[in-house]
């Protein structure tokens, strides 16, 4: 998490409907992503928080992106 302001999925979600700059998610870890391309992000969306009280957060990118666009994307 590199350094970014985080934004929640509600306001990424409102700012998906305007006209605003383009939006890019990647999604997994990240590996071999340049630092330039965080550092240059204006905003970072918040990470899925793991329910479980040992705090053990592992999802597979297909969860991952799964969860990331329903929550952004259905039906209100």
Do not use: M
């Not at 799964?66 to 929550?71: E, S, V, Y």
Request: charged share 20%.
């Amino acid at each position: 998490r590199r350094g970014a302001n985080f934004l929640g999925f509600h306001s990424v979600r409102r700012r998906l409907g305007g006209h605003g700059p383009s939006v890019l998610i990647v999604f997994g870890t990240g590996w071999g992503l340049a630092d330039s391309v965080c550092e240059k992000a204006a905003y970072q969306l918040e990470p899925i928080r793991s329910p479980r009280a040992d705090g053990y957060n592992h999802l597979s990118v297909r969860a991952a992106a799964a969860i990331t666009f329903d929550r952004l994307l259905r039906p209100r």
